[in-house]
């Protein structure tokens, strides 16, 4: 609370509170009425669509109490920003009553927007108790959980502005909605089985009506060995048998998914834990409101198709978040169909689309995907994918931002002009920012289609129809992304900041930790981003200041050459020749990589690498992991984006710790750079000698690590914070062991658990350099605009003109 001190007043006051943050959608209407009513204070509480505001008149030690308790005691699903109270007048006419009144809209920032969360303990309870009236409704919610963010078409947060307005309440949730002593009271999309949303299941031309009898179908199906789409909360999902080959199979061909693993949803913990290994961190991650995928070791003996998550030994388990999933691994009252304690679940799209979710949609694509559809009628205003996140120490290492945390606001800890960032062009996410806010879309997609632009678009404009239209735009510095092109037809008049992939996934680590302005080493591993050079970065150090929109580049991985471009990224074993090559070790048959190729494309690869055709300089930290798991006879082709590096990092988890490990050495070098030329030698003898893959793997993450403490240390100076981003630190070896090695050199080391490390999290850190850009004097701008980018040290950034005249 700011502005006043409650106390040492007469015995009769009113004080107005306005109270800013997710205060909408999560019962803090509700939770007002009560507290005012219980201290027997006289007033109003209300939503306009910036905030909830709040008048109480009564006495001093009264209002005392009100607004500690504001604060204390606020829902589970609230998170307060600010409170602002001002001290008014007594009101001699005022009631003596205490009312929630009608919302109104005001001009300013628009209040945060709750994620959708899983349905609560209540809420179950009576979906399975015969004596509820709501027992067995696919729908049951209340103020404390349920759909939010996918329901709602504008603010203020009322029914009227969600998909619920179709379905107008019965005389028995009417009089719940307005009882202050209910659970219901102004629960927004509070329904039952007499006025809400209902659930059917189609089948070719057969529609079979009524929750159990739909629910019966959909089993009897799935047991059957079909694919089911499944219409969830934020999209259609497709479920399978978790056994049954030939289900799985079909599965992966419609969704032409390649080796990529599926999630799968499990009925509880005790089920969770016979699929995988569950420490308590990872227990509390999948029971949170979140309910997100959470990736985990899957045991030897898990009771599942070995399609389902093909040579890997991580699978992604979740547990029910809606009642509909609840009801689907539960048994069917009179009937005697088998129960499934998990199912296949995967979002409803093929590989690299955007999910499905209207009617629409699902008329045209779910056809060739499924089998049949369990559907309903409860509108999807937002599609929002499932979040994946890893747990490291307890706490999440998200993967995959979307339900359950999107579009929870980051904190930026000043305030700017409204900005839109678009993101990168792989695992798209958006960023809008409001005032000191700034508020992150749920995942896109990768931006290679064009029904996943147009579902960018979509998003765009719905979420930028809540908050305000931006002022300036921000893209990736790199000149072939979809997504930076769209920004450039889009921008008109307004400025357009061009980002360098590897600073904005540096400043978004910042801006999640609220401390930008400190200065930081930042280091930044991923498979591929644009440099300054017009080269390939992806193994950067970077140094940002109290000027967080500038970086220099202080240290990164010698550059070996990328043959083919993209693909060399979907061929690991060209990056382990190149490495090869650039070592001067020749490519002998007994080496893995080698003997993957035919003798055609070790033709072609020599003749690129000697003549520099289609070629390009490459620091990328993501293909070196790629090389290395060539290397050791790991993956030489892959079927998704990290396979190679993941079962690497899994390979190296089955080290034996008694065996010797050799002594692997990335070379620093005076310059900042680290040569990997030593480390392939010695990882090449180490093979000839016999040395096992697994231990090679785990020394090789050693190494990088040592190299990282090694280099940070040199070119660190008086800055003691380091930050560990990009697409390579999703690796929870490396993260860990990068870790320990700079807390133990003093270092102070931040790591992601608000937006993912990989590029998933870039539009935070672009919309954070375009503010903090914008606020910089302009005549402190134009310098990176007069000189060309020498890929030692960016001191600003140009506008998209001189952009281009830099790219050139």
């Not at 009769?12 to 909408?24: H, K, N, P």
């Not at 289609?449 to 239209?469: K, N, P, Y």
């Not at 090389?627 to 190296?652: K, M, N, P, S, T």
């Not at 134009?782 to 003109?801: F, H, I, Q, W």
Request: hydrophobic residues 40%.
């Amino acid at each position: 609370m700011t502005g006043i001190s409650l106390t040492q007043r007469t015995a009769d006051v009113r004080y107005r509170f306005t109270v800013t943050g997710v205060v909408q959608g999560v019962g803090f209407r509700p939770f007002v009425h009560r507290t005012a009513t219980d201290l027997g204070l006289s007033g109003f509480v209300g939503n306009d669509s910036s905030a909830v505001f709040v008048e109480v008149q009564g006495p001093t030690a009264n209002v005392d109490e009100f607004a500690r308790r504001l604060r204390a005691e606020a829902p589970p699903l609230a998170i307060i920003s600010t409170v602002s109270v001002v001290q008014l007048d007594t009101d001699a006419d005022c009631s003596a009553d205490f009312r929630i009144v009608a919302s109104r809209t005001i001009s300013g920032a628009a209040t945060a927007i709750p994620p959708d969360i899983a349905v609560c303990d209540d809420c179950i309870a009576e979906l399975f108790d015969p004596g509820d009236r709501r027992y067995r409704h696919p729908f049951v919610t209340c103020t404390n959980c349920g759909p939010r963010f996918t329901i709602i078409r504008e603010l203020p947060y009322d029914r009227p502005a969600t998909t619920m307005a179709g379905f107008e309440m019965c005389p028995r949730c009417t009089a719940e909605y307005h009882d202050p002593s209910d659970r219901r009271f102004h629960a927004q999309p509070v329904a039952c089985p007499d006025c809400g949303p209902t659930l059917w299941f189609r089948s070719g031309e057969t529609r079979i009506e009524g929750s159990d009898r739909a629910l019966a179908a959909t089993r009897t199906a799935l047991s059957d060995g079909a694919v089911v789409a499944i219409k969830g909360v934020g999209g259609y999902h497709l479920g399978c048998a978790v056994d049954d080959d030939a289900a799985v199979g079909a599965l992966r061909a419609r969704k032409a998914r390649g080796g990529k693993p599926f999630a799968i949803l499990v009925a509880d913990l005790d089920v969770a834990r016979r699929y995988a290994d569950i420490d308590d961190g990872a227990a509390a991650v999948l029971s949170s409101p979140a309910r997100p995928i959470v990736l985990l070791r899957r045991r030897p003996d898990a009771p599942i198709s070995e399609l389902v998550a093909p040579g890997s030994p991580l699978i992604g388990l979740m547990l029910p978040y809606s009642p509909v999933h609840h009801l689907l691994l539960a048994a069917i009252p009179g009937s005697r169909l088998p129960v499934p304690e998990a199912l296949v679940l995967t979002s409803a799209n093929r590989s690299d689309e955007p999910i499905c979710f209207t009617d629409d949609d699902a008329a045209q694509r779910l056809p060739a995907l499924c089998d049949a559809v369990l559907d309903h009628d409860r509108p999807i205003h937002v599609p929002c994918d499932d979040s994946v996140v890893r747990v490291v120490d307890g706490r999440e290492l998200p993967i995959r931002r979307s339900r359950g945390y999107a579009p929870l606001p980051v904190e930026l800890g000043r305030s700017g002009p409204a900005v839109l960032a678009v993101g990168g062009e792989l695992k798209n996410t958006f960023c809008l920012t409001d005032g000191t806010r700034a508020f992150c879309s749920g995942h896109i997609g990768d931006m290679s289609t064009l029904e996943t632009l147009r579902a960018f678009e979509r998003a765009v404009d719905q979420l930028g129809g809540i908050r305000r239209q931006p002022q300036r735009l921000a893209a990736d510095l790199h000149p072939g992304y979809h997504t930076r092109h769209w920004a450039e037809r889009r921008a008109g008049a307004r400025p357009l900041d061009l980002v360098q992939h590897h600073h904005a996934h540096v400043v978004s680590l910042l801006a999640e930790h609220g401390r930008i302005g400190e200065p930081i080493i930042g280091v930044a591993f991923d498979g591929t981003g644009y440099g300054c050079d017009g080269t390939v970065w992806g193994g950067e150090i970077l140094s940002v200041g109290t000027d967080a929109h500038r970086f220099t580049r202080v240290g990164h991985l010698k550059p070996v050459p990328l043959p083919g471009g993209d693909v060399a990224v979907r061929n690991p074993w060209r990056m382990a020749l190149s490495h090869l090559w650039a070592a001067g070790i020749e490519w002998d048959a007994d080496l893995a990589p080698v003997a993957a190729a035919t003798g055609a494309e070790l033709r072609l690869l020599r003749s690129q690498l000697d003549s520099g055709v289609g070629c390009m300089p490459c620091s990328s930290m993501g293909r070196l992991f790629d090389a290395v798991a060539a290397l050791l006879g790991v993956r030489h082709r892959i079927d998704y984006e990290g396979q190679a590096a993941i079962e690497l990092e899994v390979l190296a988890d089955t080290a034996d710790d008694e065996m010797p490990v050799p002594a692997l050495q990335l070379t620093v070098t005076a310059d900042g750079q680290f040569d990997a030329a030593e480390l392939v030698a010695t990882l090449v003898s180490a093979l000839r000698a016999g040395a096992a893959p697994a231990v090679l793997a785990a020394a090789f993450h050693k190494a990088v690590a040592v190299a990282v403490a090694e280099v940070v240390a040199v070119v660190a100076g008086p800055v003691r914070l380091v930050g560990l981003t990009g697409g390579v630190f999703q690796n929870v070896r490396l993260l860990q062991e990068c870790r320990a090695r700079l807390q133990e050199a003093g270092f102070e080391v931040l790591t992601h658990h608000t937006v993912p490390p990989n590029d998933g999290g870039l539009a935070l850190g672009q919309a954070a350099v375009s503010i903090l850009t914008a606020l910089e004097p302009a005549e402190n701008l134009s310098k990176a605009a007069l000189e060309k980018c020498n890929g030692t040290a960016m001191d600003g950034y140009p506008r998209v003109d001189d952009a281009k005249a830099v790219q050139s």
